[in-house]
């Protein structure tokens, strides 16, 4: 599968943005769906991610309660909801895909990665 994400850009603190993934290629469905993101000079780090079926989310504790997780298996698109955004969000955010798996947060664990969109959040 073959991973492009879009929907970055520059938003003030408190506001809103969504970031899509969109797949290409088979068997989309299949896959589970990570968000990961990488600040300048930091590690990259996990987001959040989804099950294959939708059912399953889990996210990382700093963004617990302000991000949400989703996924159009029809449009082959993950989604990134991301609401009360603050500067420490900013960051290169990167989808990926893994084949099976348990919701994983380690980014080895996942086969497929997309470029990266830039968000960046100002006060």
């Known amino acids: 599968v073959q991973l492009q994400a879009s929907g970055g850009g520059s938003v003030q603190v408190g506001e809103s943005l969504r970031v899509s993934c969109r797949g290409t290629g088979r068997r989309f469905s299949s896959y589970d769906m990570g968000w990961f993101r990488q600040a300048p000079g930091k590690e990259r780090e996990f987001v959040a991610t989804?099950?294959?079926?939708?059912?399953?989310?889990y996210y990382a504790d700093s963004v617990k309660g302000r991000f949400t997780i989703s996924r159009d298996n029809g449009l082959n698109t993950a989604y990134l909801e991301m609401n009360s955004l603050k500067t420490e969000d900013t960051a290169v955010y990167y989808c990926?895909?893994?084949?099976?798996?348990?919701?994983?947060?380690?980014?080895?664990?996942?086969?497929?990665w997309g470029l990266g969109t830039q968000v960046t959040v100002s006060s």
């Open positions: 989804i099950k294959w079926h939708g059912g399953d989310t």
């Open positions: 990926a895909a893994r084949e099976g798996g348990d919701g994983s947060r380690f980014a080895p664990d996942y086969q497929y």
